[in-house]
């Protein structure tokens, strides 16, 4: 019986230690099929949601009302691989921050780029971040917001497809993305520092594969 409460005892420990490794961020970048492709190759991640954030209305749907919303994905991260920092400056060459109409191909409200942060640190570390984007460029307009953190409603039921849409389709994913010009986009903005889609091509921190 000793034995048994002990290993109890580690089980739970291990539970205790993991909750608090886990930290998650919401971001918005548009399609949530390309953020979600894009941000569980990062090392540290391990889940990234799909859903829908920052409106008011309840449980919105993707085929149905989602107006108000934004396209987003939750992001579970262990701090200890990856900083809260190191994960937006990811996001950051992974959008285009000039675009006050959509992202890329896909244009409307929900499809805006956002950063949605849960306190005041996070808040801090995103203005910072925003502001070097500013001083690179000094001759563009920063869109993309940053917003306080609201309910996030995950895409499911019958809309669960949308859930890993670039690992169960991944020829239709991989169309959608290059029609949709997202990487010839990011190259344009961040050169070297984007995260190129190709097999073989890692970013330059080592942080990306395929």
Request: proline share 4%.
């Amino acid at each position: 019986m000793k034995f048994k409460a002990m290993g109890l005892f580690m089980l739970s420990l291990v539970c205790v230690t993991s909750n608090v490794m886990a930290a998650k961020a919401i971001l918005a970048g548009g399609c949530f099929w390309c953020m979600e492709s894009d941000f569980e190759k990062l090392v540290g991640v391990s889940e990234v949601i799909s859903g829908f954030t920052g409106g008011i209305l309840k449980n919105p749907t993707y085929n149905g009302n989602h107006s108000g919303h934004y396209e987003a994905v939750e992001i579970t991260y262990d701090p200890n691989k990856v900083s809260y920092e190191k994960l937006l400056d990811y996001y950051w060459v992974n959008i285009d921050p000039f675009d006050d109409r959509g992202q890329f191909c896909d244009k409307g409200h929900s499809y805006l780029s956002a950063i949605f942060v849960a306190n005041e640190k996070e808040r801090v570390i995103a203005e910072k971040l925003k502001k070097t984007v500013e001083e690179q460029f000094p001759d563009k307009v920063v869109a993309t917001k940053i917003l306080p953190v609201s309910t996030f409603y995950p895409i499911q039921g019958e809309e669960s497809y949308h859930q890993d849409y670039y690992k169960k389709y991944p020829v239709r994913y991989k169309y959608y993305r290059w029609n949709c010009g997202r990487d010839q986009r990011l190259k344009q903005i961040w050169g070297d520092k984007a995260r190129l889609k190709k097999p073989g091509i890692s970013g330059l921190d080592g942080t990306y594969s395929e």
